[in-house]
């Protein structure tokens, strides 16, 4: 409670000498040479911060950027809700112990966890990079190529599906209950691909698989109740530690690695290497080695993609289609030679197309076809990206700094 007021034409600050030993705080007030301290209990500023905490539903929540993300929103006291289709898979990711501010839920029960939230974020669908999948593995093992058509599907219907679910349950409730915020996840593989072109939120989409999964699954999400601000973010190539394409391409660029000292007989056990990795899949990389080293490659460190979608939830400035990815693009030579710096590994030998497509699937068309996507929309609003430059990003991915 406020223990004075004054005209609304007065100026407030925050600041007064901790001398006089007000044991509440305490704001000014001042015109024309008039300064007037007014104490506000405590439990003001207790109550404007528990209304500023939000209750967020997440699906994708165990995945490389969920992950993140849900400990970003429980370090500033918020409540998270863990939409999983499966408890012990989510459980073993948030166990109790470490993770007493979210709760799990299963999709028979996501009905009443979003309508219990301000705030949605939906990042869920099976990832694009499947070459690992048991799936996969099993297709090409037994020259199942048949296979492989129904697992590009699954992609795009795990997308659209889940969408599509999220945003029923949205618009099928009640005003009082519907979450007023949705943050959906989309991909810059919406822009296709080009040598040339610079994408810009505006940009038309592209023609290819990814293109049209992308189309796809926003179109479920602009479907979303028209009280209900939606911002999608269509995200880049996630650099992190613990998942998203670099932890598969780091592996297979120490197979290539040359370095000061390396030969011809270097490079050729490293081949040997790398076939015999790849042996249940049959594929050879001495059937392909052009290099890709002068397409475009946009990324974005793990950190800043989780910042823009936690801003996302809390600015209501932020709607519409915002690109995630840094304003600086760089070629895949240049991230290579960084790369390869940051692990002490100055000099590469080229990483053969066929190998990043081995690893990477599907969503080696992202780094492999290339694409110069901008954050037009994201520095528009303001947003600071901590890792602007991708040297900096790869430093601090492997070094830790």
Not at 55 to 64: E, K, L, M, P, Y
Not at 270 to 279: R, T, V
Request: with cysteine; charged share 20%; glycine share 8%.
């Amino acid at each position: 409670m406020e223990l004075c007021r004054t005209a609304a034409a007065f100026s407030w600050g925050h600041s007064i000498s901790p001398s006089l030993g007000f044991s509440q705080r305490l704001s000014t007030c001042e015109r024309k040479g008039l300064r007037v301290y007014c104490a506000v209990n405590g439990s003001a500023s207790g109550l404007s911060q528990k209304e500023n905490q939000m209750i967020v539903s997440v699906t994708g929540a165990t995945g490389f950027i969920g992950r993140r993300l849900v400990q970003r929103l429980l370090a500033d006291n918020h409540s998270v809700h863990v939409l999983t289709r499966s408890r012990s898979k989510a459980r073993l990711t948030f166990p109790a112990k470490d993770f007493q501010g979210i709760i799990i839920a299963e999709e028979p029960e996501w009905k009443d966890s979003i309508q219990g939230s301000n705030a949605v974020v939906n990042l869920a669908g099976m990832p694009i990079s499947t070459r690992w999948s048991p799936e996969y593995q099993d297709a090409l093992r037994l020259r199942m190529l048949s296979l492989i058509p129904r697992i590009k599907k699954e992609i795009k219907q795990s997308r659209v599906r889940i969408t599509s679910k999220v945003v029923d349950i949205i618009n099928n409730s009640q005003d009082e209950v519907r979450p007023k915020v949705l943050v959906s996840a989309s991909a810059i593989g919406y822009y296709g691909a080009s040598e040339t072109l610079v994408f810009r939120e505006q940009s038309p989409s592209g023609n290819d698989y990814l293109a049209e999964v992308c189309r796809e699954w926003e179109d479920k999400a602009f479907k979303v109740h028209k009280d209900v601000r939606l911002a999608l973010i269509r995200i880049g190539v996630v650099l992190g530690k613990d998942g998203g394409a670099l932890a598969k391409m780091i592996p297979l660029f120490n197979l290539f690695a040359g370095g000061p000292l390396g030969s011809g007989k270097q490079f050729e056990i490293s081949f040997q290497k790398a076939n015999k990795i790849l042996q249940n899949q049959e594929i050879h990389f001495q059937d392909a080695n052009r290099t890709p080293s002068n397409v475009m490659f946009s990324w974005i460190h793990l950190d800043d993609i989780v910042e823009l979608i936690y801003e996302a939830l809390s600015d209501p400035s932020y709607k519409g289609v915002i690109n995630g990815t840094s304003p600086n693009p760089v070629r895949l030579a240049e991230m290579c030679n960084h790369l390869g710096n940051a692990m002490g590994r100055p000099s590469w030998l080229p990483v053969p197309e066929l190998a990043l497509k081995a690893v990477l699937g599907e969503g080696a068309s992202v780094v492999l076809d290339g694409q110069r996507v901008l954050p037009a929309r994201a520095l528009e609003l303001g947003f600071t990206f901590k890792y602007p430059y991708v040297k900096d990003a790869l430093r601090a991915i492997l070094l830790g700094n």
